[in-house]
């Protein structure tokens, strides 16, 4: 495995949530709703909060904990689901409390000695420096959705991000579990030098010109930092 740069990048920017923090929101909502969640409508209406989420962040910006209420109460309309405001703080809420995938804390402070590390995350900026403390791995910059006044996949983003590292595309790499949020957007704002975290729960879109890896472990190796394993 290799992955070669035309310079070394001045940064290594990721996206947070399901990239490198497990976020585990419909485990969240289906704890906080529990037995008012009938099993024969669950996955329908996590599917649809999840649909209704990156809906949300399409549009203008509003906090995060909005987004997550209105994507549920969205869902609930359409499963005909009572909606309870209480009950999307309630998920709201316990969103710090999630942590890293396996091996993602070895892997960034590996890369740390070589390169910079920055989150750009649709957190908000609370949350997003708690998460960040989570993965107990050092970054110089936290870009939150709250600073950006945007959300992920919107161009924007990624333009508030190059203004705030005052960096040009090809002198960054962005890592993402997801071509959705991020990977789309990063190639059509002339990001060449990306990785795909792939965890399972988007389609592989290789036509967008990023490494794929399957095991954090191998992040550190596309940078030429350690041997792949035998």
């Not at 869902?75 to 209480?86: D, M, Y």
Request: glycine residues 6%; charged residues 25%.
């Amino acid at each position: 495995m290799a992955f070669e740069f035309e310079t070394k990048p001045k940064f290594a920017t990721f996206d947070m949530n399901g990239t490198l923090i497990r976020f585990a929101i419909n485990d969240a909502i289906s704890e906080v709703l529990g037995d008012r969640l009938p099993a024969e409508i669950a996955d329908a209406y996590l599917r649809a909060c999840k649909a209704y989420r990156i809906d949300e962040c399409t549009g203008e910006y509003k906090p995060f904990h909005q987004i997550v209420a209105d994507s549920m109460e969205r869902a609930s309309r359409r499963v005909g689901l009572e909606f309870r405001a209480a009950d999307a703080r309630a998920v709201y809420e316990k969103i710090p409390s999630f942590g890293p995938y396996p091996g993602v804390t070895e892997a960034l402070n590996r890369l740390a000695e070589e390169v910079p590390l920055v989150i750009i995350t649709n957190s908000d900026t609370a949350h997003a420096v708690r998460l960040a403390e989570n993965l107990q791995a050092p970054f110089e910059v936290i870009i939150s959705a709250e600073q950006m006044g945007m959300y992920k996949p919107r161009l924007g983003a990624f333009e508030y991000m190059f203004d705030k590292l005052g960096v040009t595309p090809d002198e960054i790499v962005h890592g993402s579990a997801s071509p959705m949020y991020d990977l789309r957007s990063a190639d059509t704002m002339g990001i060449k030098n990306k990785v795909y975290m792939d965890r399972g729960f988007e389609h592989d879109e290789h036509w967008l010109g990023y490494e794929r890896i399957t095991d954090i472990a191998d992040l550190p190796v596309l940078f030429g930092l350690l041997r792949p394993a035998s």
